[in-house]
Antibody, heavy 114, light 107 residues
Framework: QVQLQQWGAGLLKPSETLSLTCAVY????????WSWIRQPPGKGLEWIGQISHRESINYNPSLKNRVTISVDTSKYQFSLKLTAVTAADTAVYYC????????WGQGILVTVSS | EIVMTQSPATLSVSPGERATLSCRAS??????FAWFQQKPGQAPRLLVYGVSTRATGIPARFSGSGSGTEFTLTISSLQSEDFAVYYC?????????FGGGTKVEIK
């Protein structure tokens, strides 16, 4: 069974860098894109970006200048970095396998507060 | 950016009744379209992809239909576990976008 397990800091100050990692257990790592999606508290879903094992990357233009997604194929992991965070970046961050998004990580609430 | 508009925002339905959820895309997304279910405190769960293909383990009471810009998710007979928020998503164009969600609540 495929499982995605994610980790990273849950409390940041404004202007700091958000850093999350997602590990993939089971299934193929090379046959899929690997994505990050976020959800502000009480709101809808926002696609952040995705990467393939060959590092083909697409980002949401709304975040493009601040976001970096990377992959470590040897560890079956991929990561998200978001720089210069503000309160508007407070959200539950999910990693997911796709497309379509058939397996998701458990989600991590990242709170940005001074 | 393709805007996905879901209606209604809230749908009140009695258990055993049929529920029909709608999603409209601001331009054609071909068949690159999916529906998700999300319960409080949980990650979204894929229900339907490619407009009408049920994901693994999804009961037959969930069915998707539509084409181009207009899509529908039908739940034929609502069970207690189906009360949740439902999101549509297009994955035809970058950036990938989701609808704002429809909350299905108990009437």
């Amino acid at each position: 069974q495929v499982q995605l397990q994610q980790w990273g800091a849950g409390l940041l100050k404004p202007s700091e860098t958000l850093s999350l990692t997602c590990a993939v257990y089971g299934g193929s790592f090379t046959d899929y894109y690997w994505s990050w999606i976020r959800q502000p508290p009480g709101k809808g879903l926002e696609w952040i970006g995705q990467i393939s094992h060959r590092e083909s990357i697409n980002y949401n233009p709304s975040l493009k200048n601040r976001v970096t997604i990377s992959v470590d194929t040897s560890k079956y992991q991929f990561s998200l970095k978001l720089t210069a965070v503000t309160a508007a970046d407070t959200a539950v961050y999910y990693c997911a396998r796709g497309l379509p998004y058939d397996f998701w990580g458990q989600g991590i609430l990242v709170t940005v507060s001074s | 950016e393709i805007v996905m508009t879901q209606s209604p925002a809230t749908l009140s339905v009695s258990p055993g009744e049929r529920a029909t959820l709608s999603c409209r895309a601001s331009q054609s997304v071909s068949t690159n379209f999916a529906w998700f279910q999300q319960k409080p405190g949980q990650a979204p769960r894929l229900l339907v992809y490619g407009v009408s293909t049920r994901a693994t383990g999804i009961p037959a009471r969930f069915s998707g239909s539509g084409s181009g810009t207009e899509f529908t998710l039908t739940i034929s007979s609502l069970q207690s576990e189906d009360f949740a928020v439902y999101y549509c998503q297009q994955y035809n164009n970058w950036p990938l976008t989701f609808g704002g969600g429809t909350k299905v609540e108990i009437k």
